[in-house]
């Protein structure tokens, strides 16, 4: 491993050295806080998964690499784990240790999809514009069930969508979402910025720049 790409490592998840719930972060595995959506199942959102440090790690190793060289460019894609960036195999390491730490039952992945190997094998980044979104919709079926979708930098309301009810979800900086099943398969999900749509708690959301990062599975069908 090259020596900046151990850098960016250490500072997004800690040296192997250090203690792994890195106590100065203030996010420690155990302090990782996973809420059911109960309106739909198999969505689960985590709202503190990565503390602002970490979340500035990410997004300095992203400018470093320049994937986003002009307003005209806002989408990254990598397939293939010997492709992915240096941070997203630990980053997927962090969530299925995450989960393995919770008590729920059900828990947040199913453990055949917990279990997997590797967990995710395909990224896409995202950067989106004040006003910028997203539409309703399922992902491709070549991925395979359980996605994971990293939120940085603005705050914003993820509305998910079935045939009679839509629910709405706060993502902020940091937070994590998990959708498996139902969540997967049988609700859209879409983020509106329109201004009447980025409304939580009865207070409209200041918007700015947002970065996502989504981690997903090649189907085992896909060539």
């Known amino acids: 491993m090259r020596e900046e790409e151990k850098t960016v490592l250490e500072q997004v998840f800690g040296s192997s050295s250090s ?36 979340q500035s790690h990410i997004l300095a ?3 470093s690499q320049n994937w986003f060289p002009s307003p005209s460019i806002n989408q990254a894609m990598r397939f293939g784990l010997q492709h992915l960036p240096s941070w997203a195999p630990p980053l997927a390491h962090s969530i299925r240790r995450s989960i393995r730490l919770q008590a ?8 055949h999809l917990l279990h997997r190997e590797p967990l ?22 070549r991925f395979d069930d359980g996605i994971a979708i990293l ?19 706060l993502l ?10 139902e969540a997967r398969y049988r609700w ?15 207070r409209q959301l200041t918007q700015s720049k947002r970065t996502s990062i989504t981690l997903r599975k090649l189907s085992p069908a896909t060539p």
Not at 20 to 35: K, N
């Open 19 to 54: 203690d792994e719930s890195d106590s100065s972060d203030g996010y420690s595995d155990g302090e990782r806080d996973w809420e059911s959506i109960s309106e739909v199942k198999g969505l689960w959102l985590c709202p503190n998964f990565l503390s602002p440090r970490r």
């Open 61 to 63: 190793s992203i400018q």
């Open 104 to 111: 729920h039952n059900p828990p947040p992945f199913p453990p």
């Open 120 to 141: 995710f094998d395909q990224m896409i980044a995202n950067v989106y514009q004040p006003g910028e979104g997203i539409c309703a919709h399922v992902d491709l079926l």
């Open 151 to 169: 939120s940085l930098e603005s705050d914003c309301v993820m509305h998910f969508t079935n045939a009679s009810l839509s629910v709405p979800v």
């Open 172 to 181: 902020t900086p940091g937070s994590l979402i998990l959708m498996s099943g």
């Open 188 to 202: 859209k999900h879409e983020i509106n910025r329109s201004p009447e749509f980025q409304i939580w708690q009865g």
